[in-house]
C-alpha cells in the first residue's frame, strides 16, 4: 500500500479480522508440502493423482496436507466420478503466490 494513499484512520476490529486472515493464509503457506501443492493448483484445476505425480508428495503426506488446505477453506473440490480436483478457492491467494513466485521461482534459462 503507498503511504499516500493510505487512510486517515484504520478500523482496529476490521485490521484485526484482515491480520488473522493474513496470518492463516500465511501458516499454510509455511509449509513446503502445502506451498508446492497450491503454487501446482495456481496453474489451474488438477485432480489428486496428476499432483502426486507432478509434486512426488505421496500419501499419506497428500491426504494429509489438502485436508489441511480445505479446512483452512484455501482450496475448492470437484468430484468426476473416482477422480477429486483441486483448485484455489481465493484470489488473494492466487495473488500471493503470484508474488512469491516472482521473488523466489527459479527463471528458466533460454535455450
Known amino acids: 500500500m503507498n503511504v499516500m494513499s493510505r487512510p486517515t484512520s484504520l478500523n482496529p476490529e476490521l485490521l484485526r479480522a484482515a491480520a ?3 496470518v492463516a493464509a500465511l501458516k499454510a503457506l509455511g509449509n513446503p508440502e502445502r506451498l508446492l501443492l497450491l503454487c501446482q493448483m495456481s496453474q ?3 485432480c489428486v493423482s496428476e499432483l502426486e505425480q507432478a509434486l ?3 500419501q499419506p ?3 494429509q496436507q489438502l485436508g489441511v488446505l480445505r479446512r483452512e477453506g484455501m482450496v475448492q ?3 468426476e466420478g473416482k477422480k477429486v480436483f483441486y483448485r484455489v478457492a481465493d484470489e488473494r491467494l492466487l495473488a500471493l503466490l503470484g508474488t512469491l513466485y516472482t521473488l523466489y521461482c527459479p527463471k528458466e534459462e533460454a535455450t
Do not use: Y
Request: no cysteine; hydrophobic share 35%.
Open 20 to 22: 488473522g486472515e493474513a
Open 77 to 79: 473440490t470437484r468430484r
Open 56 to 58: 512426488g508428495i505421496f
Open 61 to 63: 503426506t497428500l491426504s
Open 44 to 46: 489451474g484445476e488438477i
